[in-house]
């Protein structure tokens, strides 16, 4: 869109099908590269995709034309798929539906990227649930329990 000039910064946040532990050490940086690659070829800018193995995040920068839920559907969609056709877990791997999504001002881009950075540090003290429920009340985003990822 000619003439149109943003600054939209958005977390994104989902887990792992049945929250399994499924996202392994060896091979986590190329699915975080891989992720990275999607989200650039979708024209928009990857900050940072950092994680656990039963969840993500990844940092956004997100031009006004493309919406999150269509970001985060070919994200999920081709991870997938890279996860799957390489054969990396035993099964077949997906996602669990849904996510969460964050937005943030330009000022707190550090504080985002290091946060996300340092998460296996973060959740020697939290789990993901807690963490995704206080990411839901800090950013008061109306939820029903039932509606939230499955938390085995």
């Known amino acids: 869109m000619a003439g149109t000039y943003s600054q939209i910064y958005i977390q994104i946040v989902f887990a792992v099908k049945g929250r399994q532990n499924l996202i392994h050490r060896t091979w986590k940086d190329d699915l975080h590269k891989y992720i990275a690659g999607i989200i650039k070829g979708k024209g928009q800018k990857s900050i940072i995709v950092n994680g656990m193995p039963d969840h993500l995040h990844i940092f956004v920068g997100l031009r006004p034309a493309m919406a999150i839920s269509d970001l985060v559907r070919d994200i999920k969609n081709n991870s997938s798929n890279f996860i799957n056709d390489r054969h990396l877990v035993n099964g077949k791997f997906s996602w ?39 990411f839901l009340n800090t950013f008061d985003v109306p939820f029903d329990e039932k509606y939230l990822f499955e938390w085995c």
Do not use: P
Not at 112 to 124: A, D, P, R, S
């Open 96 to 134: 669990q539906e849904g996510f969460g999504a964050f937005s943030y001002a330009h000022s707190q881009i550090e504080h985002v990227y290091n946060y996300i950075l340092n998460q296996e540090t973060h959740h020697q003290k939290k789990t993901f649930k807690t963490e995704y429920l206080e």
